[in-house]
C-alpha cells in the first residue's frame, strides 16, 4: 500500500479539465515541496510531466499544471486531449526514501 | 541527449541472482543522482534504490534492503544493480532512470529491461 493515494482512475471529455489528487500521511507539509508527476503511455517507460510541485520540463504541454495542498499535492490536465490517455504516478520523499502513488488511469471518453 | 540503456534482465528460478546494468551517455554522469524503479507486470511504479555522483549515499527500499545492492562507475558512465535471493515478487520491469539534479526523484527514463523470476 502506497504511502502516496491517487484514486484509481479518472475521465474526461475532450476539452474538459481534470485534476488528480496525491495524498499523503506525512504531517511535515515540507514532505509535498518536491512532488514529481509523470505520465506513462501503455508500453512506454514513464516520462517527467511536473517536478517540485509546478515546474514543467522543456518540451510539457502547458496543459498541464501543478499545485500543492497541505498533505499533498495535484496535476492538472486542462483541455484534454486523445494523447493524454495514460497512466499518471505521482512522487515525494519520504525521509530519505522515494515513493510512487499507485497511479492514475485517466480515460479520454 | 539524455539516454539510458539498461540490460541484463533474464528468467530466473527462485534464489537466483542476476546483475542488471544500465549505460548512460548524453550528460554529465557523475554529477547525478541515479535511481532504479521496477514495475510488477499490470502494476505501478515501485521506487528500488539510488545512489549519490561520488557512490557515498545509496537508500534502499525495505522490499529489497538486503539484498539488492547498487553500484556505478563513472569511469564508464554505467550503473548497476545486484540481485540476490530473487523471489517470484522480484518479477519485474527494471528501470535505470536519471534523478532531477541535487534531488532523489528522477527524470529521464530508460526503456527497461525485463526480469522473471520463475520456477
Known amino acids: 500500500q502506497s504511502a502516496l493515494t491517487q484514486p484509481a482512475s479518472m475521465s474526461g471529455s475532450p476539452g474538459q479539465s481534470i485534476t488528480i489528487s496525491c495524498t499523503g500521511t506525512s504531517p511535515h507539509s515540507g514532505t509535498y515541496n518536491l512532488v514529481s508527476w509523470y505520465q506513462q503511455r501503455p508500453g512506454k517507460p514513464p516520462r517527467i510531466i511536473m517536478y517540485e510541485v509546478d515546474k514543467r520540463p522543456s518540451g510539457v504541454s502547458n496543459r498541464f499544471s501543478g499545485s500543492k495542498s497541505a498533505n499533498g499535492a495535484s496535476l492538472t490536465i486542462s483541455g484534454l486531449q486523445a494523447e493524454d490517455e495514460a497512466d499518471y504516478y505521482c512522487?515525494?520523499?519520504?525521509?530519505?526514501?522515494?515513493?510512487f502513488g499507485g497511479g492514475t488511469k485517466v480515460t479520454v471518453l | 541527449q539524455v539516454q539510458l540503456a539498461e540490460s541484463g534482465g533474464k528468467w530466473v528460478t527462485p534464489g537466483g541472482s542476476m546483475r542488471l546494468s544500465c549505460a548512460a551517455s548524453g550528460f554529465s554522469f557523475s554529477d547525478y543522482y541515479m535511481t532504479w524503479i521496477r514495475q510488477a507486470p499490470g502494476k505501478g511504479l515501485e521506487w528500488i534504490s539510488y545512489i549519490g555522483g561520488d557512490s557515498y549515499y545509496t537508500n534502499y527500499a525495505d522490499s529489497v534492503r538486503g539484498r539488492f545492492t547498487i553500484s556505478r562507475d563513472n569511469a564508464k558512465n554505467e550503473l548497476y544493480l545486484e540481485m540476490n535471493s530473487l523471489t517470484v515478487d522480484d518479477t519485474a520491469k527494471y528501470y535505470c532512470a536519471r534523478n532531477v539534479r541535487g534531488q532523489l526523484v528522477p527524470d529521464y527514463w530508460g526503456q527497461g529491461t525485463l526480469v522473471t523470476v520463475s520456477s
Open positions: 512522487c515525494a520523499y519520504l525521509g530519505r526514501s522515494v515513493v
